[in-house]
């Protein structure tokens, strides 16, 4: 079972609490948009998902976070803003240094100290996937010492194959796109990141498997920067609506998840 943070309950009992009070439009604004527009931060790679973005042949992005983003600044009536990164960790660094209002991304009680968490829209289970040529063929066989295995530096995924493997070595790197190769050179044994898209990357690379089993559930929700109450309130409230009346849906079905549920627990 999914248990999240006291840190993250306690601001979702705060974002309760904000909906049943007043609050002007513009106080709202002033707080959850302070340049005039909603800065929504993504990270950008071809891995896909509900989490992931990635760049558009216009120039512009796409992704499930790009489609809420969007539709969360209609709702304030203010420009939307992307601000860009390589990885989820790199958007929980900067959560501190006011370089952006709003994101969509995964969550875990570290970083539960570091924001504050509404809704959740997407659990994905994490596990790994395997070179080409491997005898790798369970997590037993994978937890050996000498047996190297590349995660997205500073992420949910990453904490969690360090927790889950005691002789395996985890090394972090800071894009999807560096892991990409190193694994499809056979540089490393193996890649923990959510099964769907370990399953489209297997795809890509020939020979590679994904593994049957789980290590861990990832849960993907929508975050503020610490101590921003009224916007806390504002993407709780946005979140569930879009829940319960088909944008999150519609976000899934026009970034090639059409055959993915989304699931909220």
Known sequence: MLVRSALSIAGLVVAVSMMMAPVSAESLKDEIAPTGKLRVAIAISPAGGAFWSTRTESGGYAGV??????????QLGVPVDYVVYQNSGQITDAASKGAWDVAFLPEDPERATKMSFGPVYEVADATYIVKAGSSIS??????????KVAAVSNTTTMRGAVAHL?????TGYQTYDEVFNVLKDGEVDAFALSRDQLNALAKKIPGTRVLDETFKQ???AVAVPLDHPQSLAFAAKF?????SNGTVRRAYDNNGLKDAPVRTK
């Open 65 to 74: 976070p790009v489609d809420l983003g969007k539709e969360m600044a209609a």
């Open 138 to 147: 369970d997590f037993k066989s994978l937890d050996q010492p000498g047996v």
């Open 166 to 170: 005691k002789n395996a070595s985890v």
């Open 218 to 220: 990832t849960i993907t």
């Open 239 to 243: 979140m569930t609506e879009a829940l």
